[in-house]
């Protein structure tokens, strides 16, 4: 071997083993619209899963286990309303200031916009802000966490104006019983719509919310994440925005089959789920 093929072969080796470290080195898990479609399926498996069926409960118990499997600390806090327990489940990771990332993991008793005597799958309205958070709980790495995290599933959100039942119950519990004040809280409901729009909420911390539509530009999502303003929706977001918190709520609310029979998974998209995770992730991580 002459000496500079022999240069050229060690070089190229190093070069090699340079990409090598570089790969290794980069994020080894990024969020996948797949994985967290297929929370969405084995939530719909269970069927409708409202506040206080055995299937809510289940779904309870796997979220547990699943934020355990990745290294979550999980707390939950439970009550009573109306005879009916409630459940709210939090994990926790990373350290700095708390930030609650949550969505409701309740669906509604009734379709009650086509049919009351029905009760509704819940596929976009309940499965898909529980299926980012569960993608979230597997692909965050604590270490590169910007804050506390607190992955927040609330319970019993949906059944509002039924029997007299409120909206939000759990967050509201949550909101009114916290003993540290969190630096903001961000709400994802309904955010599966195979055609989504996220358009700007009027009852959001319009400070936050144009830090996250920015973000979300730089990520290329601009045909989703529309910086107009459209709804202003009583959600998960405003116990705490009540309180002075600065809270967002990232919610697709043009989606006819919203408290419908009809809202199934069919209606909910991988691509969908994944911008609205991409979109946290980068928030929560530091580069
Ligand atoms: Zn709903």
């Avoid at 070069?15 to 969020?31: D, H, V």
């Avoid at 084995?42 to 899963?49: E, S």
């Avoid at 459940?87 to 200031?97: L, V």
């Avoid at 499965?127 to 966490?145: I, N, P």
């Amino acid at each position: 071997m002459t000496s500079v093929l022999k240069v050229l072969v060690i070089s190229s080796l190093f070069l090699f083993l340079l990409l090598l470290t570089a790969c290794a080195s980069a994020p080894e898990r990024t969020f996948s619209g797949e994985q967290a479609y297929a929370h969405v399926l084995q939530q719909c498996a269970l069927g409708p899963r409202p506040t206080g069926s055995p299937a809510h409960r289940a779904l309870g118990d796997a979220i547990i286990a699943h934020l355990e499997h990745w290294g979550w600390v999980v707390e939950t806090q439970e009550f009573t309303y109306r005879d009916t327990p409630i459940r709210n489940i939090i994990g926790k990771a990373g350290e700095g200031p708390v930030v609650i990332v949550g969505a409701h993991y309740d669906t509604r008793r009734a379709a009650d916009r086509e049919d009351p005597s029905q009760p509704v799958l819940g596929a976009n309205d309940g499965a898909s802000g529980t299926a980012v958070l569960m993608e979230l709980a597997r692909v965050l790495e604590h270490d590169r966490l910007r804050y506390q995290v607190w992955l927040t599933f609330f319970d019993a959100e949906d059944n509002g104006g039924l029997d007299e039942w409120e909206w939000c119950v759990g967050s509201s519990y949550m909101a009114a019983n916290l003993t540290v004040r969190p630096e903001a809280v961000i709400v994802v409901d309904m955010v599966g719509d195979a055609d989504q729009q996220f358009y700007l909420e009027h009852n959001s911390d319009p400070t936050l919310q144009r830090q996250l539509w920015d973000l979300a530009a730089t990520l290329g999502y601009t045909a989703t994440f529309i910086p107009e303003y459209r709804w202003a929706i009583y959600d998960d977001h405003v116990p705490f925005a009540r309180r002075g918190i600065p809270a967002v709520d990232i919610i697709d609310f043009d989606y006819p089959y919203w408290h419908t029979t009809r809202d199934t998974p069919d209606k909910v998209s991988p691509e969908s789920l994944e911008r609205v995770g991409r979109l946290l992730e980068a928030w929560l991580e530091r580069e």
